[in-house]
């Protein structure tokens, strides 16, 4: 699993919240950015929806500090 580096808790709050994403539900846009953000606590779930396949595709999970070394390499 792809979340072992976080603690038992967050893991799954964060998982939870993956669940959740399932549904249609509206997200806030980065800037001038296709991604989309969740958040869980102080954690970010990046992620792009593909509209045509009503899809999301993850690409960062991670706290504030992590999401902004992210966010920069953008």
Do not use: C
């Not at 539900?25 to 954690?43: C, D």
């Not at 779930?45 to 509209?51: C, D, K, N, T």
């Amino acid at each position: 699993m792809h979340f072992r580096k976080f603690d038992k808790p967050i893991r799954q709050q964060i998982i939870k919240k993956i669940e959740k994403m399932k549904q249609p539900l509206a997200a806030r846009g980065l800037h001038s950015s296709s991604y989309q953000v969740e958040e869980v606590g102080q954690y970010r779930i990046a992620f792009m929806r593909e509209e045509e396949t009503r899809t999301k595709h993850i690409h960062f999970v991670g706290n504030h500090k992590q999401y902004e070394n992210w966010y920069s390499e953008q």
